[in-house]
């Protein structure tokens, strides 16, 4: 199944994160982040939604959120 999931590619992490949110509000309500810091966390609450992607990425196997950001998109494709 592919997403129109919207690139990180010169976004800063919360601008990416509200552009994801609104992508993906078919699949649920999701929390905006609110700190880039914790990216991860809020990351996180992807993994529990089966419906999206088979492959999805653990955020917390990545220590930079762009590059999880990427592959997240490319598992959507």
Not at 46 to 68: A, G, H, M, R, Y
Request: aromatic share 16%.
């Amino acid at each position: 199944m592919a997403l129109n999931v919207t690139l990180p590619t010169g976004m800063g992490a919360q601008d990416w994160a509200a552009c994801v949110i609104t992508d993906l509000d078919a699949y649920g309500t999701f929390s905006p982040l609110d700190d880039p810091a914790e990216w991860k966390e809020w990351a996180g609450q992807f993994l529990n939604v089966t419906s999206l992607v088979e492959d999805f990425p653990d955020p917390f196997w990545f220590d930079d959120w762009q590059i999880w950001a990427e592959r997240f998109v490319q598992t959507t494709l």
